[in-house]
Each structure stands twice: as C-alpha cells, then as structure tokens.
C-alpha cells in the first residue's frame, strides 16, 4: 500500500516548477535516501481520475519493469484525495544531483573529452531508443532533463509531457523547449519519434560546444539559425500541410558542420548530419544512430 | 481491431515445399532447449565480450532475457538474430536449406533459418495486427511482449478463504456480458479480468463488494484501452443502483492504489493472432481459438499458466476439433508457429484439457456468456460447433 507522502518523504528543498506541477528534492524516511517528489494535481469529475493520468502512470509503471539503466526509476506512486474534485498525485522517482547542463558548466577548460561524449551519447540513444521502442516520445530532451549520476550514468527524465503514441491523438503545438525542437515542431506539422532525435543531435553538438547550437528568440528566428547551418530544404521537402512559407526564408548553402562544431571527428560529424535532418522522415532512428561508424570507432576513447 | 488477413494461405517462403522433412527437425529446434550447437560458440564468446563489442540496445535485453527462465521461445538466442535482421538474409540463407533437403545434414542450416524466418514472420504479423508503428522496433516489442508476460501468471490459483471458483466464474460471467453490452474491445475484457484476478489477491474485498470490485476492473480496463467511456452512473444503473458513484469511485482508487497503477497487461489474445497469423490459421480456426481463450477466463486453474501456452493451448484444441484438411505448407507454417508457443509440453496438454472440458460443458452450465455470444453467425457458430462435445475425448481424456 502507498504511504501517505506527507508521512515517508520529507520534503527538503524546491527542485522546480513545470508545466505539471512542482518538483521537490525529499528525504525517504525509510530508507533515509534523497527522492524526487512530482506531484500532479488532477482534477477528477463524475468519471474518477482522467484517463490520461491513469494511462500515463500506467505508462511509466511499465517502463519501471524493463529497468532500464538509461531512464530514472520510478520508485513508488501515491494518490490522494484533496477533494471531491481534485485528487493529488505523487511520483516518486530517484533523486541524481546533477543534470547534463551542469555536468556541461562543470566540465573543466577544454570541455569534455571525445571518449566520454561518444560515451555519454550512445546512453543517451540507448534511452531513447527504449522509449520508442516502447511507443512512448520524450518530446522535451534537453540538457536539463537529461540527469548524469555521479558514475557517468545517463539517465533521461521528466516524462511529464510523455504520452503514448498514438497517430490519431491530437499532439499539442508546444512542447520542445524552443533551441531543442525540430523543424516539424516550429513549421507546426505532424511529428513523431523523429523529434527526440532532432534534440538529441543538437545536444550533441552542445556537448562539444558546451553552448547550444541553435539559440533562437521566436519559432522563425529558430528556423532561420537552423537554416543557417543545415540550409534552406529544398522545396519538395518543405512540408505542405504549414502556413508558414519556404519563400519567407533566404536561399541558404548548407555550410560545413564543423564550422560551429570544431572539435568533432568526421564520423561524428557524420552522425549530426544525419540527425540534424530537415525531413524528419529521412533522419536517422535511435536504433540505427547506434549502429553508426561513429560508435565503432574506439580511437575516440584515447 | 482488424480481424481479417490471419487467414491468408499465403506460402510460407519455400519451406513448405519439403514440409515433411522439415517437420522433425523444426520439432526438434522448437523443443531444444540448450543452444544450437552451430551458434554456441558465438553464444559463449558474446557472453564474454566486453560490453564495448555489443551492440549497445541489445545490453540490457539480454541480461533480461536470462531472468526469462520459463523458455517461452526454446533454442531461442537473441544473439542469433543480430546478423539476420533483414529480409534479405532469409533469402541468403534459403540456399543451404535446399542444397541439403534430406536427413540430419541439412538440420544446422534449417536451424539457422528458423530463426530469421520466424523473426521475419513475427514482424509481419505484428504489423498486419497493426500492434506496431514502425517495423524497425517489431521484434524489440514482440522479446517485451515475451518478457512482460511472465508477470502476468500468478503462483497459485488460490482465491481468498470467502471466495470460490464458482463465485469468480459467475463475476467473469456478468462482466462478459456487461463487456458486450459496451461494445468494447476484446482486450478490454482480458485487461479487466486480470485486474480482477490480481485484486482479489492484493486488496480486502468483501463478498458484498466483489460486483462493484468487478465493474470498477472494467472500468479501469476500458479507460487503458478504449476511446469512448462509459459514465459512471450507467454503470451504477447497470448495477441496479446497488452502490452509489461514490462508492465506484472510492474503489476505482482503492484499486489503482492496491495495485499500484500497475495496469500494463500481455492478453493472450494478442499471442493467440500473432500465433494464428504466423500459423496461417483459417478464419475459422481462429474463431474457434478466441472461443475457447475466452473460456479460459472462467477457469480459476488458468491464472497459473503464461499468456502465449493459453493461446497456444486454444489454437492446439481449435484445431484438433475443426480437424481441417493440412496443406504441406500450413503445417509448415503451424511448425514455425508452434516453435514459439510450446514451452512446457505438459503444462500445454493441461490447459488443452481443461479447455476441451470447458467447451464441452458450455452449453449445459450457467455461466455460459460466451457460449451464447460465439453461437452468433459473426463468429462463424464456433460455440455449436458438433466437435466441441467429444473434444475431451479426441484428446484422449475422458471424463
């Protein structure tokens, strides 16, 4: 039986505010070890709890049994009732200290060693590649949810805005934060598991640069610094189903990746390019980015 | 869910051309258990490699794999699938097999292929039961679903003190006829009923409330699988008005609490069409299958069992009554099936048994829901069906 949250976890400090609900460092009383408190508030008509919670829960309660290394246990699930009409959920994953972003910052001067970013992002598309695998898109990766334990463990999380993937669901509009997302996302087109990858590849090369890649202010301006690197797609690729014009953009030349990503090496180079797609049909799968060249080559790790 | 294109007698590659030579050995493979002698080897060095030589996605598979202990897929080495992927390859394969068609030389080659072939026929029918959006992850999914399953069977089949067989098979009873009622999905009412199963184990129900406990399950279910919902009072009216919608609800969460919104569930249905699509199974046959699986639900004995051996069990009975004329290439084809599916020998001739006696009683018991509900002409009358009375008996069994 789930223990009242008040009672086992003790809060200890405010980790941060989503679009869900807060999220708060805790204190397991049981077992004394730090846990990661998000609570959800749900609001509950005549029909019970909402059905996106329950399969949403559900969700992540199966991902839990594969035990995956590269995404963060869930460790246990409270629900209480608030009220008639609202009822509060916790989910209580393991508490890692430190995201990618800090593990960036904290990175000493010539940043991270290619061994260890060959390293890092092979975790990172292995928890990815589970996630599809599983039908589920992460559609928010970036580096602040992406947790590195003191071990070098990656470990994705924040699966706040994860849904089961479905073609016929209504996919909302906003939900990769604005440098991580993909053409399809700003252009407001259909997507799919391409996303993640997009954000991925732009973590990539953050990873090396150790700022991001593309840092736009609205959705064109967006489009307009990715165009600057990966060039204008031609016209049979722009999606047709936009209201945003491809004539609204200059006529760019790709220009060579390692001009904003110096330090990579040719086949890593190779691997950005081919998750930095424009047409998220012919950008690369988690599972195939982890068969490429660049994961082979071990003399990255000297 | 599509139900049609189980039955297409597409062949099945070349391999039913020499179907009886083939036959015993793919017996064989199927009911190996230690690893094919030509692949141990590779077997043995994989195991040793460091972890840099693998292919990264497949590390945490296999040392899940290896928890797997009940040999759902016998002689079945995740390692041996890594070269075979594309359809190709089959293909590439094929030529060895033909070059040996007689006696035991041809048996290591014919063992390399099964598997490729059977991964590539798991694809295809996961992809024709539209349970899959991109092939690329067909067999990812098809090992989970292996996996998952084995913690959907229980230790044992025994019910708390005040509750009986009977008591449980008069609740499966009302709730498939309530899941007819609904129009709702076939796997909303496996869903509901393996709720069932495991709150009566994990939570306090008392007899009064085990109706509502019922309802609230397939409730739950059809809010995992189904678009439209039902409003909580029809349900109470469905009930009689015999507890409030604040009583269903304070269940629902007693449930979701009790069972740790741990709803994920492997039906035996989607392994009965992933088998009979594979098996090539006529419409038929599969009707007969679904039939007899759903009477399963009812058997207090079946929660022991693994969600593929039931299916199994009911396409083995299905086709032991309907006694359809073979082709070289369906039993080929049943073959291949059958190397997924059979896992222990004696625990599929149980679950045979216990449904053949089922069906043979369907008509005279009280509980007889799915009786009524596969005599319609949609299900082809599978339920009337002359066989089903002396299926006990074809399986040598009498009673």
Known sequence: ?302 | MAKTGFCDSKPLLDLHKKADERRAPLRTWSNACGPIERWQPVEVDESRMAPVKMEPEHRWERRLSAQTSEGILMGFHEDSFTHSAADGCVEEEEEPVLLYPHGLQGLPSLQALVPSLLRHEVETALEKLDLIWDRAYAWDMFLDMARTQTRNSFPTADLPRHFTDLTRSVLVDWLIQVHELMHFQEETLYLAIHLVNRSLRAIKITTVNLQLLGMVCLFLAAKMEECLLPEVSGLCFLMDHTYTKHQLLRMERKVLLGLKFDLSYCPPLHFLLLLASVARCSAKAVWMARYLLELSLLEGQCVLFLPVQLAGAALCVSRQVLQEPSTPGGEAAWCLASSVHVGSETALLRIMHILANAAAKAHTRETCASFIKFSSPETMQVSRHAGLKNAPGLLGVCT
């Open chain 1, 1 to 302: 039986m789930a223990h009242v949250t008040g009672v086992q976890y003790e809060p200890v400090a405010e980790i941060g505010g989503g679009a869900y609900g807060t999220v708060y460092k805790a204190r397991d009383l049981e077992s004394g070890q730090f846990v990661a408190l998000k609570s959800v508030r749900v609001q509950t008509d005549q029909n019970g709890l909402p059905v996106s919670t329950v399969r949403e829960v559900a969700l992540l309660k199966r991902l839990e049994q594969f035990d995956h290394p590269n995404v963060v246990r869930l460790m246990d699930v409270c629900a209480t009732q608030r009220s008639d009409q609202e009822t509060k959920v916790t989910l209580v994953f393991e508490h890692v200290d430190q995201d990618l972003k800090t593990y960036l910052e904290k990175a000493p001067a010539p940043g991270l060693s290619p061994g260890r970013i060959q390293d890092l992002m092979r975790q990172l598309l292995c928890g990815v590649s589970f996630l599809h695998s599983n039908r589920v898109l992460h559609r928010d990766l970036k580096p602040e949810n992406i947790l590195v334990t003191s071990q070098g463990q990656v470990k994705l999380a924040d699966f706040g805005l994860a849904r089961i993937y479905s073609c016929h669901m209504a996919l909302t509009p906003v939900v990769v934060t604005l440098w991580y997302r993909p053409p399809e996302v700003l252009l407001q087109s259909s997507y799919a598991t391409p996303v993640d990858i997009w954000s991925t590849g732009c973590i990539f090369a953050e990873m090396f640069r150790r700022k991001p890649l593309f840092c736009g202010e609205s959705e064109v301006d967006q489009l307009g610094k990715l165009f600057e690197v990966i060039g204008l797609p031609p016209e049979d690729e722009w999606p047709t189903d936009v209201t945003l014009s491809r004539k609204h953009f200059p006529p760019l030349l790709p220009r060579p990746i390692t001009d904003f990503v110096p330090e990579i090496n040719e086949q890593g180079a190779q691997l950005l390019l081919k998750m930095l797609t424009f047409d998220p049909l012919k950008r690369i799968s988690a599972l195939n980015a982890l068969e490429h060249p660049y994961f082979q080559d071990e003399e990255t790790l000297t």
